[in-house]
C-alpha cells in the first residue's frame, strides 16, 4: 500500500578540496538526514492545559453522550455550576467522553486533572481509554467498588477508596459521609509504564460513572501543585495550579482542610527508605494494589507538606512499617512533592477499537501505472497503525525506565512507513447501490464504497476497511459463519478475492472466468460460491467455485460454469441444501443443481406471469426450522409489482400477489392497499424473515409485510427509489439502501429509522475543512454541496442547484459561513447558522475555477475560466468585490482546489495565469504582480513547451512555492525570486490536480490518479513517495486538516486519513540553497518549541525542547578574559562527553583465549598475503575517541581495535593495531606528537592496555597498563609532562604517569564514579574531576620525585539540581563550565570553589563561545562573553546574558568532539557512528566518516567493481564508491532489518539499468534502481524474514530464501513468484548461490546451477532454465552435527559456495564433527578433499582470481588458505566474530565484517 523506501543521495565523489581551514575534505560531504522530533503540533492546541468540557462543549451533548441521570447543579463549596452523575446502577448513569466509541479524544497530556467529589454513602467509578504507542487500547478504571488491584493486558483496576477503616481488606466501600472535592492527578504514562510496560500514547476517551459531582476534566503535560498560590510559588519550584483550575479557598482558611489531592502514581515509587517520613494527619485516600508483602498500604494525607529536593512519601499510621515500597504498587498519594520534569512527547488522536476484528488486512501497491492491478499483498493493520518506534517518554529517565533496561521509545524515523492510516470513508456505492449485507450476528452492515469494501458497526458508528481492489466492487457474499468474504471487481478481466472477515487478510486473489461478476452468493458453511455475470461475449455465465480449502491454505477451484440465454438479475444459494441455487430475471424463474461437475437448470412454470421482468429473490424457512425442500418456499418479485410465491419442489406457483400504490392518482384520501389489477409498484427488492416480507420499491418505500400479505405493518420513505433491502438475521432490523445512495435500518421495535452513510451520486470536485467545528464541505459533479461532521462523517446539510453547477468552494477562517462558487460565474455565501444565502455576487463571465480565502479570513480571491480574477472584502458579513482583474488567470482552465494559493502569512496570492506556462504571484492586497515565472522554460531538456497544473505555497518561514507541470514534475520555487529550489521529477504519469504542503513542511501530498502519493519533503534526494490506493477514480482534491494531525482526499468518495507522525506547529526552516544542483539536501527541519524553566534563574532565550538530555561541553576563553593562555597549549582540542555514556560499553565480549594460541598477526604492509587498505565505519560506542587537530591537519579516530588516522587532503588511511580489546578513549599531548590510546578489558590480559604513539611515525612507543577495568578518560598536562587515566566507574581508579619514561606516578582509589577529569591549561598543577553531586579539585604536590595530591572536594547547589555532573572544560582563568544529566551547565569560580551560574543548555538558543552536545543529538553553540563579568556578583549572578548563536541536530548522541581554538569548527562524533565537520560561521554540519549503525549483513559487488553495496539491521541499503569508500547513495526502510542483497549481474541490461535485490525482516523483497535512486518494486514473496537472496545469471530471475526454509523464485520486473521450492523447509536458508552451469556431465539440462544451504547442515544443487520454467535436482547433501557445536554465542552458519576455479567442485563449511572446509565434487558424487579449520567457520568466501579461500571465525580471525598449496596464514584487526567475508570479482580486495565495522584488504598479485 505504501512505498516504504527514502534514499538518501550524493554526489559522486569527484578530488577532494580543503574547507577554509584547509582540514575538511568536501569530496565527503554528504547531504544530511533529516531528523524532527514529533508530537510538537498534536500537542501545542493542549499547552499549557486543555479544559476537556469546554473543548468538547460537554454542555450541548453534541460531542458527548450521557445516560441516566445526570444534571447541572450548584455546589456551594465551589460557588459554582457541577455535573452531578447518580443513580443505583453506575453503569446506566454516566457522561461519556466522546460521545461515540469511533471517535478519540486525542489527548495527548501526561496528566489527567479530575475534579469531583464522591456522592455521600454512594459508588463510584471513573473509567479510561487509554492507547499506547503501539495503539493498543488500555482500560484504566477507578472505583470504590473494586476490592483488590486486578490487572489484564487490556485493563487496570485500581480501588480509590475515601475512608480509612482497621484494616486494608476493610477500606473498600462506601463514600464517607463527608467527602470532599478531590484533585485526582493522574500520570497516565507512568500508569502504563509500571503496570504493564507500555509507552503512553493518547488518552481515548472518559466514561465518568455514578455516583459523584464533577466539576470539570483537564489534560496537561505540566504537573500542578492545587495548593500553592502565586506568592508561594515564587519562592518554590513547583508550578501552582492554573486560576481557572483551581478550587476556591476562602480567606484564612488552609487549601487542605477544604480540599483532598490524590497523586497517582505517588513519587514515594522512586524515594529510597531512608527519605520516607510518617505523618499523623488523618488519611483520607488510598489506592489499593499489589506489592511485595507484608508492606504497609501507604496512605495520603491532605495536610501541607514541606518541600524538599527530594519527594517525601507519607505513610499511614504508627503501626505501619517504615520500609518504602520495593517494587511499584498502585498506590495513590495526596500530598506535595517536587515536581519532576513533565515534557512528554506523544503522538497526536488516532483511531482504535477493542474489537478483535478492528484488525485487517490491507494491500500493497507499487505501481506507477494507475489501473494495474497488483497481486501481491502485505499484512498491514488497518486501523491499526504500524509502529516502530516513538518520541521518548519525558525529559527524564526514570528509575522505571532503568530498571527496564531498555529505551521503551527509541527516536522516531523521520518519515514513518506507512505514515497514513485510512480512518473512515464518506461513501456508498459506487458500481452498484444493491451490494450491502448484514453480518451473521446483526452487528455491522458490509457494504462496498467504490473499491473500498466498509464493515460499519451500526451502533458505534465504527468502520473498518477490506483494502485491495483497484477498480469499483459489483458484488459482495458473505457465508453464514462470518468467516469468508468474497469480493469482485467491476471491469473485465473481473478480478475476485477472498477474504477473512475477522482478521481482514486477503485469502486469496483470482480471475473470474465471467467477465463482469453482478452478482455473487456462498453457500450456509461457505465452502460454495457461485456467480453470475457476462462472459466477453455478452453472455450470460454462471460459475460455482469451491472454496472450502481456502482458510486451510489452499486455493479457489472451478467446480463448473453454465451458460444460459435467459436473464439472471438476481442469484442465491438455497439454505437447505448446497448444491441447490435459484435465480430470476426477465421473463425466468430457474432453479438450479450443482452435481457431477455441472450445472444444470429447470424452469419453473410460471404461467400467465411468464412475461413479468422479476428482480429479486428470497427463501423462506419454516418455523421450526426444518431444512428439507419441502419447507423453503421461494419468493420472488418484479417490476410490475407482482411478488409470486413458489414450491421449491413442485416448481409451481403457489401464490400470486399483486403491490398497489397507497395513492390513487389525483385522490385526495389513501386507499386501501389491494393486489388486484391496476398499475403496479416497481419492486426492486426483498428479503425475508421466518415472520415478514420486506419490500424495496422504485416509488421511496420500503414496507413490511406479514407472509400472508393481508396489510401493511411498517412502511418508511426514503428520498430515493430503494435499491436493496434485507433484514437482520433476528428480524428486528431492515438495512435498505437507495440509488441517490443513502445507507440506513428501520429499526421495528422502535419504529426509528437510522441512517446509516450519505453519498454524492457522481464525483467530489473539490472539498473545504472548518477548524472549529469540525465540519467538511464538498461539491460534486451531482450538483450538490453539503457538509459533514468529520467526527461523525455523518452528513449535517445538502444544498442542492438544478440549474447551475457548483465547482468550488471554501469555508471563512472565522466564521460560520463557506463560500461556493459555480458554473454560471456566481460566487455566493452560506451561513451555517442561519440556513440561507445571505450575499451573492456575479462579477465573472465564466465558471468559477478557483476559490480562496487569506488566514485572517479578511481577503477572499476567485477566478473563472473566462480569465478574471476577483477580490473581496470578507472584514463583516456582508462581503463586497473589491477589484476585479481581467485577463490574469489562464482561461479555460479546468477547476481544481490548486488553482488559486495564499501563503500561509496570507501576503501573497498564486495562480496559474495569464498563460498555461506562466506561474504568477501578487500581493494578495493590491494585486500587484510581484513575480512571474515561465514554466515552459524550466525545463531546457525537454522538446515540448511545458505547462503549470496547479499551485500550492509552502511554510512561510520556508518561502517556497510549489507548481506541478504538465511533465509530470513538482517544481519547487522561491516564491520572492522565482528560482528554482528542487524539483521532483516524474511524480505520475499523469499531470496531478492538486497538492498541499504540511505546516511542518515535512509531507508533501499529490493527486496521483486514483493514489495519494506522500513525499519526504525534507530529503532533496527525492527517496521516492508512499503510495496509497483506495480510490477507484481520479482523486480530485487533497489537503491535510488543519490541526494537521489528518489528511482527506476527494474523488469517488471522501477517504478521511490519519497521519501517523506528529506535526509541529513551530519551526526553524533551513534556508533554501542557493542553486538548484543534483544531490544536494535540505536540511533538517528542526523542532523549535520552547518551555519556561523550573530552576531559581532567569530563562536564557531557547528555540527547541526534547528530552532531557546529557550535556558535554568544550569551550575557550573570550576575548579580553582577565587571564593569558600559554600559546603553546592553545591548540588543544576540546572534547564532549556524556552522562548517558560516562561508561564506555564494548561492542563485543572479549575474544576467547584461543585466539591468542594460534598466534594471529597483522602482517606488515610489505609483506603478508593481505594488506589492509580501509577501514569503514567509526566506533560510535566509544567516548572521546577522536582528536583533531586543525593547526597540523592531524585527525584520528578509532574503529574497533584499531586506531584510524586518516589524511583529509587525500583519504589516505594509516591503521594503528596491536590493542587486544576495542579502543575506548583517546588523547593527543598539547604538542600533537604524541597521542594516547586505551582500550577495554580482555581475556588475554589482566589489565586494560595504555598505548602511546609516536604521531610521526606512527609507531607504538609504549605500552603501559595498571587498570584492572576500562580506561574512561585521558588527558595530558599542559605541560606534557603528565598523563591522567580515569578507569571506569567499577574501578574508580586515578592513575597519573610521567610521559618521560611513562612510569606510574601516582595511583588513588576513587570514593564515588567520576565521568570526566580535566587538567587546569593556567595552571599545570591543578586537577579537576567531576562525578555524582560532586565537583574535586586535586592540587599537585612535588616533593621530590614523589607526588601527592590534595583533595578539595565542593559539592553541587541544590539550584543546579540532583543530577550527575557528566562534563567539564577550562574557560577564561578561573572560570570551569562543567555539564549535567539534567542538561544544565554550571559555572565554577576554581579560586573560591564554587558555582556561581547555571542554566538549561539543552532547552535554548545558540552561541559562539562554548559548544556543549547532548545525548539527543543536539550541539549548541553559546555566547559566554559575560560570564567572567557575573563571576563577581557571586551566587545572585543570573543566566540572562548567556545566549545561543546557533544550533545543529545530529543523527546520534554526542560522544566525541575536537573544535579549533576559536569554536568556528570542529569535528564531532555521534553514537550511529558518524563524524561530522561542523562549520558555525555556515551553520552546516558535513559529514566525514559515516558507517552502519548496526550489525552489516551482505556485501555485494556491482558490475566493473566500481561501486559496492552493503546492507545491515538497521534497515539501510548503502552503496559505495569502491575506490575512495565513500558513500554514494543509501537506501532506508524504517523500522526493518535488511538482512540479504544481491547485485544484479552484468548481463542483464546497460550498466544505467542496475539493480539491488534486498530482503528485509518482514518478508518483503525490494528492486531498487541504483541508476535512478529510487525503489522500482516491492513484493512480498514470503510470510517470514528473508536470509538470502540471488539473481540468476541473466538477471531475469530473483532466488529468496526465508527462514522457514522455503525458496521462492521471482520475476523482478513483475514481483510475481512463479515458483515455490520447499524441499528445506523446517531450517532458515543460510546461502542462495547461482553460477553459469559449465560443467555438462551433470546429467540434467539447464543454463544455471545454483545451491541452497539451510541451517540444518542440507545443500541442496538444482539446474535450471527459467525462461523454460525447468528446475532440477541436481544433489543433495546432508552433513552431520553433533550435539554442542556453538562457539563463543554463536551457531556456526552452514555455507556452501560453488568453486570459480573448477566448476564441479563444491565447498562446504559448517557444524559438524570435525572443524574444516569440505570439497565436493559433483560429477564423483562424493568428498574429494577436506580442510582442516582451527575454529567453526563463521563466514566464507572463495576468490574468483587465484586459489584462494578466506574464512571468519567468532574469535575474531580471518584465515586466508592457498587452496594449491594447503598452506594458511591468519589475520586479526576486528573486535568481533568475523560473520562476513567477500572477495571482489576482480579478486583484488576482500571485504570483511564483524558486527558494524568493515575492513577492505587488499590483495597483493597472487
Known amino acids: ?135 493498543q487500547v488500555i482500560r484504566v478504571s477507578f472505583s470504590n467498588l473494586f476490592k483488590e488491584f486486578k490487572s489484564t493486558a487490556t485493563w487496570l483496576q485500581f480501588p480509590l477508596v475515601l475512608e480509612t477503616r482497621t484494616s486494608q481488606r476493610d477500606l473498600v466501600g462506601l463514600a464517607p459521609s463527608r467527602a470532599r472535592w478531590t484533585c485526582l492527578q493522574l500520570d497516565l504514562q507512568d500508569i502504563l509504564l509500571v503496570y504493564l510496560n507500555r509507552c503512553y500514547g493518547h488518552l481515548k476517551s472518559i466514561r465518568l460513572c455514578a455516583s459523584l459531582l464533577v466539576r470539570n476534566l483537564y489534560t496537561s503535560d505540566l504537573c500542578f501543585e492545587p495548593a500553592i498560590s502565586g506568592a508561594q510559588w515564587a519562592k518554590l519550584p513547583v508550578t501552582p495550579m492554573p486560576r481557572e483550575m483551581a478550587f476556591p479557598v476562602p480567606k484564612g482558611e488552609s487549601w487542605h482542610d477544604r480540599y483532598v489531592h490524590v497523586r497517582f502514581p505517588s513519587d514515594s515509587l522512586k524515594v529510597p527508605s531512608k527519605l520516607i517520613e510518617k505523618s499523623c494527619s488523618p488519611p483520607e485516600a488510598v489506592l489499593l494494589g499489589p506489592g511485595p508483602q507484608p508492606l504497609p498500604c501507604p496512605v495520603a494525607s491532605s495536610k501541607p507538606v514541606r518541600f524538599s529536593v527530594s519527594p517525601v512519601v507519607q505513610t499511614p499510621s504508627p503501626t505501619a512499617s517504615g520500609r518504602a515500597p520495593l517494587a511499584p504498587r498502585p498506590f495513590l498519594e495526596v500530598s506535595l512533592s517536587q515536581e519532576r520534569s513533565d515534557a512528554s512527547n506523544v503522538d497526536g488522536p488516532g483511531f482504535h477499537s477493542l474489537e478483535p476484528w478492528a484488525h485487517v488486512e490491507a494491500s500493497d501497491v507499487h505501481t506507477a501505472a494507475a489501473g494495474t492491478h497488483v497481486l501481491t499483498h502485505e499484512s498491514a493493520e488497518v486501523p491499526v497503525v504500524r509502529t516502530g518506534s516513538c518520541e521518548p517518554p519525558g525529559e527524564e529517565q526514570s528509575w522505571r525506565e532503568a530498571a527496564l533496561g531498555k529505551n521503551l521509545c527509541p527516536q522516531r524515523g523521520f518519515l514513518p512507513d506507512p505514515v497514513l492510516r485510512l480512518k473512515g470513508v464518506i461513501g456508498f456505492g459506487g458500481h452498484s447501490t444493491r451490494q450491502a449485507l448484514w453480518t451473521p450476528d446483526g452487528a455491522a452492515v458490509v457494504y462496498p464504497c467504490h473499491a473500498v469494501i466498509v464493515v460499519l458497526l451500526v451502533d458505534t458508528g465504527e468502520q473498518r476497511f477490506f483494502l485491495g481492489h483497484t477498480d469499483k466492487v459489483s458484488a459482495l457474499a458473505l457465508d453464514g459463519s462470518s468467516s469468508l468474504l468474497a469480493s469482485a471487481q467491476a471491469r473485465a478481466p473481473s478480478v475476485m478475492r477472498l477474504w477473512d472477515f475477522q482478521t481482514g487478510q486477503c485469502l486469496c486473489l483470482f480471475r473470474s472466468p465471467v467477465h463482469v461478476v453482478c452478482s455473487l452468493s456462498f453457500s450456509d458453511s461457505g465452502a460454495l460460491l457461485c456467480g453470475v455475470g457476462k462472459d466477453h461475449h455478452g453472455r450470460t455465465m454462471v460459475v460455482a467455485w469451491g472454496t472450502g480449502q481456502v482458510g486451510l491454505g489452499g486455493e479457489v477451484v472451478v467446480l463448473a460454469k453454465a451458460h444460459t440465454d435467459f436473464d439472471v438479475q438476481a442469484f442465491r444459494v438455497t439454505f437447505f441444501d448446497e448444491t441447490r441455487m435459484a435465480s430470476c430475471g426477465q421473463g425466468s424463474v430457474r432453479l438450479w443443481r450443482l452435481r457431477g461437475g455441472a450445472l444444470r437448470s429447470c424452469p419453473v412454470d410460471l404461467g400467465e406471469h411468464h412475461t413479468l421482468q422479476f428482480t429479486d429473490l428470497a427463501f423462506k424457512q419454516a418455523q421450526d426450522g426444518c431444512l428439507e425442500p419441502l419447507a423453503a418456499m421461494l419468493f420472488v418479485c418484479s417490476r410490475s409489482g407482482h411478488i409470486l410465491e413458489i414450491d421449491c419442489q413442485r416448481m409451481v406457483v403457489r401464490h400470486a400477489r399483486r403491490l398497489l400504490p397507497t395513492r390513487t392518482p389525483g385522490g385526495p384520501h389513501p386507499q386501501k392497499q389491494t393486489f388486484s389489477s391496476g398499475p403496479g409498484i416497481a419492486i426492486s427488492s426483498l428479503s425475508i424473515s421466518p415472520a415478514m416480507c420486506a419490500v424495496g420499491s422504485e416509488d421511496g418505500f420500503l414496507r413490511l409485510w406479514p407472509l400472508d400479505f393481508s396489510s401493511v405493518l411498517l412502511e418508511a420513505e426514503h428520498e430515493g427509489p430503494v435499491s436493496s433491502v ?174 488559486l494559493a495564499v501563503s500561509r502569512d496570507g501576503h501573497l496570492l498564486a495562480f496559474v495565469g495569464p498563460s498555461r506556462c506562466t506561474v504568477t504571484v501578487t500581493d494578495s492586497a493590491s494585486l500587484d504582480e510581484l513575480l512571474r515565472v515561465d514554466i515552459g522554460t524550466l525545463d531546457l531538456a525537454s522538446s515540448r513547451l511545458d505547462s503549470a497544473m496547479a499551485v500550492c505555497f509552502g511554510p512561510a518561514a520556508l518561502g517556497h512555492l510549489l507548481v506541478s507541470t504538465s511533465s509530470n514534475r513538482v517544481v519547487v520555487l522561491d516564491a520572492v525570486s522565482g528560482r528554482i529550489i528542487r524539483e521532483l521529477p516524474g511524480v505520475h504519469p499523469e499531470p496531478c490536480p492538486s497538492l498541499t504542503l504540511s505546516e511542518d513542511a515535512r509531507f508533501l501530498l499529490i493527486a496521483a490518479g486514483r493514489t495519494i502519493k506522500v513525499w519526504d519533503y525534507t530529503t532533496q534526494a527525492s527517496p521516492g513517495p508512499q503510495v496509497y490506493i483506495g480510490h477507484s477514480e481520479p482523486v480530485q482534491a487533497v489537503a491535510f486538516s488543519p490541526d494537521q494531525q489528518q489528511v482527506l482526499s476527494a474523488g469517488d468518495a471522501v477517504f478521511l486519513w490519519d497521519v501517523l507522525a506528529t506535526t509541529e506547529s513551530n519551526q526553524n526552516f533551513p534556508v533554501a540553497p542557493q542553486a538548484c544542483e543534483a544531490g544536494s539536501g535540505i536540511g533538517p527541519l528542526e523542532d523549535a518549541s520552547s518551555r519556561a524553566s523550573e530552576l531559581p534563574q532567569q530563562q536564557v532565550p531557547k528555540p527547541s525542547q526534547a528530552s532531557l538530555p546529557r550535556l558535554g561541553i568544550c569551550a575557550r576563553p573570550p576575548e579580553g578574559g582577565d587571564g593569558v593562555r600559554d600559546t603553546r597549549n592553545s591548540g588543544a582540542p576540546r572534547t564532549t562527553c556524556l552522562a548517558s555514556y560516562k561508561a564506555f560499553t564494548p561492542a563485543r565480549v572479549s575474544c576467547s583465549p584461543h585466539s591468542a594460541k594460534v598466534g594471529t598477526c597483522l602482517p606488515p604492509a610489505s609483506g603478508g598475503w593481505l594488506r589492509l587498505k580501509a577501514v569503514v565505519g567509526y566506533s560510535g560506542n566509544g567516548r572521546a575517541n577522536m582528536v583533531w587537530r586543525p593547526d597540523t591537519g592531524f585527525f584520528a579516530y578509532t574503529c574497533g581495535r584499531l586506531v584510524v588516522v586518516e589524511d583529509l587532503h587525500s583519504g589516505a588511511q594509516q591503521h594503528w593495531s596491536g590493542h587486544s580489546a576495542e579502543v575506548s578513549t583517546l588523547a593527543l599531548s598539547h604538542s600533537a606528537q604524541v597521542l594516547a590510546s586505551a582500550s577495554g578489558c580482555s581475556s588475554t590480559t ?379 523447509q523446517g531450517a532458515p536458508i543460510s546461502t542462495i548461490c547461482v553460477t553459469c552451469k559449465e560443467c555438462e556431465d551433470l546429467g540434467v539440462e539447464g543454463t544455471d546451477l545454483w545451491l541452497a544451504a539451510s541451517g540444518d547442515q542440507r545443500v541442496s544443487v538444482w539446474a535450471s532454465d527459467w525462461l523454460r520454467n525447468r528446475c532440477d535436482l541436481v544433489d543433495w547433501l546432508s552433513f552431520p552435527m553433533p550435539a554442542t557445536t556453538e562457539t563463543q554465542g554463536h551457531l556456526p552458519p552452514s555455507l556452501a559456495a560453488f568453486c570459480p576455479w573448477d566448476g564441479a567442485l563444491l565447498m562446504y563449511v559448517g557444524p559438524g564433527v570435525y572443524k574444516e572446509v569440505i570439497i565436493y565434487n559433483l560429477c564423483q558424487k562424493q568428498v574429494v578433499e577436506k580442510i582442516p579449520l582451527p575454529f567453526f567457520a563463521m563466514s566464507l568466501s572463495l576468490s574468483p582470481g587465484s586459489y584462494l579461500l578466506a574464512v571468519g571465525f567468532a574469535e575474531c580471525m580471518l584465515r586466508l588458505v592457498d587452496c594449491a598449496t594447503g598452506t594458511a596464514q591468519d589475520f586479526a584487526g576486528h573486535d568481533n566474530a568475523v560473520h562476513l567475508c567477500r572477495f571482489t570479482p576482480s579478486a583484488r580486495l576482500l571485504f570483511t565484517a564483524a558486527r558494524n565495522e568493515i575492513l577492505v584488504w587488499e590483495v597483493p598479485g597472487r
Open 1 to 135: 500500500m505504501t512505498a516504504e523506501v527514502m534514499a538518501e543521495v550524493a554526489l559522486l565523489p569527484g578530488s577532494r578540496c580543503l574547507a577554509s581551514r584547509g582540514v575538511l575534505c568536501a569530496g565527503r560531504a554528504e547531504a544530511k538526514a533529516g531528523s524532527s522530533s514529533g508530537g510538537a503540533m498534536a500537542r501545542a492546541w493542549q499547552h499549557p492545559f486543555l479544559n476537556v468540557f469546554r473543548h468538547f462543549r460537554v454542555d450541548e451533548w453534541k460531542r458527548s453522550a450521557k445516560q441516566g441521570d445526570v444534571a447541572v447543579v450548584t455546589d456551594k463549596t465551589l460557588k459554582g455550576a457541577v455535573y452531578r452523575i447518580r443513580g443505583s446502577v453506575s453503569a446506566a448513569n454516566y457522561i461519556q467522553l466522546p460521545g461515540s466509541s469511533t471517535q478519540s479524544l486525542g489527548l495527548t497530556g501526561r496528566y489527567l486533572y479530575v475534579l469531583f467529589r464522591p456522592l455521600p454513602g454512594k459508588h463510584f467509578v471513573i473509567h479510561l481509554d487509554v492507547s499506547t504507542k503501539d495503539n
Open 1246 to 1624: 589482566a589489565h586494560c592496555q595504555i598505548r602511546v604513539w609516536d604521531v610521526s611515525g606512527g609507531l607504538c612507543q609504549h605500552l603501559i597498563s595498571h587498570h584492572s577495568t576500562t580506561v574512561l578518560a585521558l588527558a595530558f598536562s599542559p605541560d606534557d609532562r603528565l598523563l591522567v587515566t580515569l578507569g571506569d566507574h567499577d574501578g574508580r581508579t586515578l592513575a597519573l604517569w610521567g610521559t618521560t619514561t611513562y612510569d606510574l606516578v601516582s595511583s588513588t582509589r576513587l570514593p564515588e564514579p567520576v565521568h570526566g577529569v580535566a587538567f587546569n591549561p593556567w595552571d599545570a598543577g591543578e586537577l579537576t574531576c567531576v562525578g555524582q553531586g560532586t565537583v574535586t579539585f586535586r592540587l599537585l604536590q612535588q616533593r621530590g620525585a614523589d607526588i601527592s595530591l590534595q583533595v578539595r572536594r565542593e559539592p553541587v547547589p541544590e539550584a543546579v539540581g540532583a543530577g550527575e555532573l557528566t562534563s567539564l572544560c577550562y574557560g577564561a582563568p578561573p572560570l570551569l563550565y562543567c555539564g549535567t544529566s539534567s542538561g544544565q551547565v554550571c559555572v565554577w569560580d576554581t579560586r573560591a570553589g564554587r558555582c556561581f551560574l547555571s542554566w538549561e543548555a539543552d532547552d535554548g538558543g545558540i552561541g559562539s563561545r562554548l559548544v556543549s552536545g547532548s545525548s539527543v543529538g543536539r550541539l549548541r553553540l553559546w555566547a559566554v562573553g559575560a560570564v567572567s563579568e557575573l563571576r563577581c556578583k557571586g551566587s545572585g549572578a543570573r543566566s540572562s546574558s548567556v545566549f545561543m548563536e546557533h544550533e545543529l541536530v545530529l543523527d546520534g548522541a554526542v560522544v566525541s568532539a575536537s573544535f579549533d581554538d576559536s569554536v568556528d569548527m570542529g569535528v564531532v562524533g555521534t553514537t550511529a557512528g558518524t563524524l561530522w565537520f561542523v562549520s558555525w560561521a555556515e551553520g552546516t554540519s558535513t559529514r566525514l566518516i559515516s558507517g552502519h549503525r548496526s550489525k552489516v549483513n551482505e556485501v555485494v559487488f556491482g558490475p566493473g567493481e566500481a561501486h559496492c553495496a552493503t546492507c545491515s539491521e538497521d534497515g539501510s541499503v548503502r552503496v559505495w564508491a569502491l575506490a575512495s569508500m565513500e558513500l554514494v547513495i543509501q537506501f532506508q526502510v524504517l523500522n526493518q532489518s535488511c538482512l540479504c542483497l544481491a547485485w544484479s549481474p552484468p548481463c542483464c541490461g546497460r550498466p544505467e539499468q542496475q539493480r539491488l535485490a534486498a530482503g528485509y525482516g518482514d518478508g518483503s523483497l525490494r528492486i531498487f534502481s541504483v541508476s535512478r535512486t529510487a525503489m522500482e518494486l516491492k513484493m512480498h514473496p514470503h510470510p517470514v524474514a528473508l536470509t538470502a537472496v540471488a539473481f540468476s545469471t541473466d538477471g531475469q530471475t530473483v532466488l529468496s530464501g526465508d527462514k522457514d526454509g522455503l525458496v521462492a523464485v521471482s520475476h523482478p520486473r513483475t514481483g510475481t513468484t512463479f515458483r515455490v521450492l520447499s524441499d528445506h
Open 726 to 899: 434485507c433484514v437482520s438475521p433476528d428480524g428486528l432490523r431492515v438495512l435498505s439502501a437507495t440509488s441517490s445512495g443513502h445507507l440506513g435500518f428501520l429499526d421495528t421495535l422502535s419504529r426509528v429509522y437510522h441512517m446509516l452513510a450519505r453519498s454524492h451520486t457522481a464525483p467530489v470536485l473539490a472539498l473545504a475543512m472548518e477548524q472549529r467545528r469540525g465540519q467538511l464541505a464538498t461539491v460534486s459533479q451531482d450538483r450538490t454541496v453539503r457538509i459533514w461532521d468529520l467526527a461523525t462523517l455523518q452528513q449535517l446539510y445538502d444544498f442542492t442547484s438544478s440549474e447551475e453547477a457548483p465547482c468550488a468552494v471554501t469555508f471563512h477562517p472565522t466564521r460560520p459561513t463557506f463560500f461556493c462558487g459555480f458554473s454560471s460565474g456566481a460566487v455566493r455565501s452560506f451561513s451555517l447558522e442561519a440556513a440561507e444565502v445571505p450575499v451573492e455576487h456575479t462579477c465573472h463571465r465564466g465558471a468559477i475555477t478557483g476559490l480562496t480565502a487569506t488566514p485572517d479570513g479578511r481577503l477572499l480571491f476567485s477566478s473563472c475560466s473566462e480569465g478574471s480574477l476577483a477580490q473581496y472584502s470578507c472584514a463583516d458579513p456582508h462581503w463586497h468585490v473589491l477589484r476585479v482583474a481581467a485577463d490574469m488567470v489562464c482561461p479555460d482552465a479546468p477547476a481544481s482546489p490548486s488553482a
